[in-house]
């Protein structure tokens, strides 16, 4: 069997198992695959005459861009001649940083062909943030717009000798046009033949606790690792899929692109400058979008309007980067007859446990493993337990979708990969049905008069509160207890940092969670974040560390003793 039918035979697999978790886990297999390039070998494939729409864009101001499949492997094709015609050969770097616009699709399918390697970049990077992915990225070329490019133009010009620079939007200057690829072949044939093990991504992480790691993923970990991430969106040939995502972070891999191309789908895109959720539930319906991958902010806007006056045509709603409110999902279900389904991954991986379509949801619970990875939960000693580290088995169940290491640090990759498993980093509990339920980062978990404290459980109950927008909850030293539960909060409008809004927040969970776990002390204070919007705790325990014996720590924090009275 050729590769490309060892690929297809796998996905079809699991299309038809789309509504059957446990059949789908039992019978399907990663395939094995020695001399395969997704672009060339499948991507062509299914492009071939093909003029079902690839990718939909469309703007705020009602301009679309339209591609077929057909048309996008052409360009692609173009671009990647384009992208050799500039010196650009295996294994060479490309710092892409572009906006949700046509060129970003191009060149990522380009970029496969040669073998080149994709390093994504939000657009809001700039500084030091830039040097940190050309010096560690070993970045030969750089892919940007007109706004990126004043961020470029910004750095030393000694750190860009030697780099080429490409202009999506125009040239001049040390910018060249990327229009130059419009005048290329649409035959392409790669310098060099790429191979299965070649780095095709290198993903900057958030960097929560520390300077952001470089995960490395060749070319068939995630063009084929997103098999199980197809999957678990439910997604069928034919699709308008659209995930509510920035280019620049590995979700965007996910579900704007290997996903949805991998199930034949139509990756739709609708660009905004402000969330307005009338317009968002009026481009659902316009559009006819199918599937609808977004983050729990996005679904929290929507529920404020009264969903049920929208006739979308939806059959697939997932949330993706926390957990979501049951009362969230609660309520989209009673206006759309529709569950929302979570589900779990990293930038190291793809979706690795999930709500797969047609099972049984568990209030609170991230679902099963998926098809391809065996999810071992492993306790302080190493022993599998029904708490403890989510991690992956490694061996002969090692999934293709697993990185390959942290580019720039061994040390690192051989802590994660010790002990024939994978660790996450992560907590999760897994009940007698084999759902898990996410409990924490390992690093945030603590303990409170000897129990055992998960923030985000916290900080879920914390967000149902109408006055808090967002929470996050560290350990803060006690003297009776050794540690509490601290609640940095940032207040919603129309509510004031006071006593009386303490006050109210205290009795709210107090009615939510049992008494060893409830939080003691409050603080109006904004929330220091990673540049992709993840919150910092380890800055937050910082200064939990520095705080005074006892009493309020500054005029916006309370104790929950004080003021309740």
Request: one cysteine or more.
């Amino acid at each position: 069997m050729a590769d490309v039918d060892a690929f297809l035979h796998a996905r079809d697999f699991l299309l038809a198992q789309r509504e059957d978790h446990a059949a789908a886990v039992a019978g399907f297999h990663w395939p094995v695959l020695r001399e395969f390039n997704w672009a060339r070998d499948y991507f062509d494939r299914v492009a071939h005459d093909n003029d079902a729409p690839a990718l939909h864009i469309v703007e705020e101001d009602g301009r679309e861009a339209r591609l077929s499949y057909a048309v996008l492997a052409e360009r692609s094709r173009r671009v990647a001649n384009f992208l050799v015609s500039l010196g650009a050969r295996r294994g060479d770097r490309i710092l892409l940083m572009l906006g949700n616009e046509v060129p970003l699709w191009e060149i990522m399918l380009a970029a496969i062909r040669l073998g080149a390697v994709v390093i994504p970049a939000t657009t809001l990077l700039s500084g030091k943030d830039l040097v940190d992915r050309i010096e560690r990225g070993r970045a030969r070329h750089v892919i940007t717009n007109a706004g990126g490019a004043g961020k470029f133009d910004e750095l030393p010009a000694a750190m860009l000798d030697g780099v080429n620079r490409v202009r999506v939007d125009g040239g001049g200057g040390e910018w060249i046009d990327y229009a130059g690829a419009d005048a290329m072949s649409p035959v392409f044939d790669a310098p060099e033949p790429t191979r299965v093990d070649d780095p095709l991504l290198e993903y900057f992480t958030s960097g929560t606790t520390s300077r952001p790691k470089l995960v490395q993923h060749t070319q068939l970990s995630y063009p084929v690792g997103h098999l199980s991430t197809m999957y678990w969106l439910g997604l069928k040939p034919g699709d308008v899929h659209w995930t509510v995502s920035s280019p620049g972070w590995a979700k965007h891999a996910w579900s704007c692109f290997f996903a949805p191309f991998n199930a034949q789908a139509c990756v739709f895109i609708y660009n905004y400058n402000r969330f307005d959720a009338r317009g968002v539930l009026d481009v659902l319906v316009g559009h006819g979008v199918d599937t609808l991958c977004a983050p729990p902010t996005v679904w929290r806007f929507l529920i404020q309007e009264d969903i049920a006056r929208w006739p979308v045509r939806l059959r697939e709603l997932i949330s993706a980067g926390e957990p979501l409110n049951p009362e969230v999902i609660e309520q989209v279900r009673s206006k759309w007859g529709i569950a929302i389904r979570d589900g779990f991954g990293q930038t190291e991986t793809t979706a690795q446990v999930g709500n797969s379509p047609g099972s049984a949801l568990k209030p609170g619970s991230m679902g099963r493993p998926l098809p391809g990875y065996r999810i071992v939960l492993l306790d302080a000693d190493g022993t599998p337990a029904d708490e403890g580290e989510i991690c992956i088995a490694l061996g002969a169940d090692r999934p293709i979708a697993l990185m390959t290491a942290y580019a720039d640090d061994p040390e690192k990759t051989a802590e994660v990969m010790r002990d024939g498993h994978y660790h996450t980093g992560d907590v999760g509990t897994r009940d007698a049905d084999g759902y898990i339920t996410y409990v924490g980062r390992a690093d945030d978990v603590f303990k409170s008069s000897g129990y055992r404290i998960s923030p985000f459980e916290l900080e879920s109950a914390l967000i149902e509160h109408p006055a808090v927008a967002e929470a996050a909850v560290v350990p803060s030293p006690d003297e009776v207890r050794g540690f509490v539960p601290k609640a940095y909060v940032i207040l919603a409008p129309g509510h004031a940092p006071d006593a009386a809004t303490a006050a109210a927040i205290f009795a709210f969970m107090r009615e939510r969670v049992s008494a060893y776990k409830r939080v003691r002390r409050i603080e109006f204070a904004d929330l220091p974040k990673t540049i992709s919007g993840k919150i910092r705790r380890v800055e937050l325990r910082g200064l939990e560390a520095g705080r005074p014996a006892s009493g309020p720590r500054t005029e916006v924090e309370f104790l929950e003793e004080a003021v309740r009275g």
